[in-house]
């Protein structure tokens, strides 16, 4: 082991590691979703988004039903039972591996997230089923080789994995390659393996959602490059697109109202998320590899 990789026991980070006073991304999510752990510092741009942008609440939370409805069809039918999960964020229930193991109890899920304080909370990422298993992986999106060589200690990268980039790609500057990021994850996985994104709008409301961004990036540590339909579309280039394709993630197969086999979100509004004539800026998709 590498040091790097947890099952079980999920290390302490030391505390010099976490910075509470510039904002992070995985805490000003935390935060827009109601969650606990965040700091002043990530407060304060979040606060600011949402005084230009008040519907960024309703967005997170339409980004975040979608991760449930597409990690339920996949486990379901599409029949994958391996999930690779990268920028995992700080844990909110449910997580990636109840939402799959609440309907294919074998499921094997491998989170990756490189920030101490998702490191800090990951234990809860690691409460598996008896007959899947889960593991954690300190690990930065931006070192596929990495991530692919440690995930393969839980995942058997012969048979399909899902690969999900859910809110993190936009974390990723074209100078970075985001692109060949996503490839290079897509060439180590086998045919009928899934590619999953959900991936901030710069064209939908744009004006709104470019002051939006502008003022979250005046203090985040990491700023955020939105992307249009187009250029999100082009992560999937060479798989075979989901119906119905690159759309604004509440209308990505909305759920009908009712019982959530996956247990209740105490954050969040009925899984079928916004009303459709909402403009969620975010876009999102599902891929199969041929």
Known sequence: MTGEWFRGITPTPKTTEIDTSVAHSARVYN???????????????????????????????????????AVRYLATEAGIGQFLDIGTGIPTA???????????????????????????????LLSSSAEGATAYLDADLRDPGKILREAGQLLD????????????????????????????????????????????????????????????????????????HAEVSRFFDGLDLLSPGVVQTHRWRPAPAGPDPAG???????????????????????????
């Open 264 to 290: 209740p979100d105490p954050a969040g509004p009925d899984p079928a998320g916004p009303d459709p004539a909402d403009d969620v800026s975010a876009w999102c998709g599902v891929g199969r590899k041929p």
């Open 31 to 69: 935060y827009w979703l109601g969650g606990k752990d965040n700091f002043a510092a990530d407060r304060e741009p979040g606060d600011r988004v949402i005084a230009v942008r008040p519907s960024i609440i309703t967005d997170i939370r339409a980004n975040r039903d979608f991760m449930i409805r």
């Open 157 to 228: 990268f012969g048979q399909p994995v899902a690969v999900l980039v859910v809110g993190i790609l936009h974390l990723i500057p074209g100078a970075e390659q985001p692109y060949s990021i996503v490839a290079q994850l897509l060439d180590a996985v086998p045919a009928g393996s899934y590619l999953m994104i959900n991936h901030p709008a710069s064209d939908v409301n744009a004006e709104i959602v470019a002051e939006g961004a502008r003022r979250y990036n005046q203090s985040a540590s990491a700023p955020q490059t939105r992307r249009s």
């Open 94 to 124: 449910p997580n990636v591996h109840e939402v799959a193991q609440a309907v294919a109890p074998r499921s094997r899920v491998v989170y990756v997230d490189h920030d101490p304080i998702v490191l800090a909370h990951a234990r809860a």
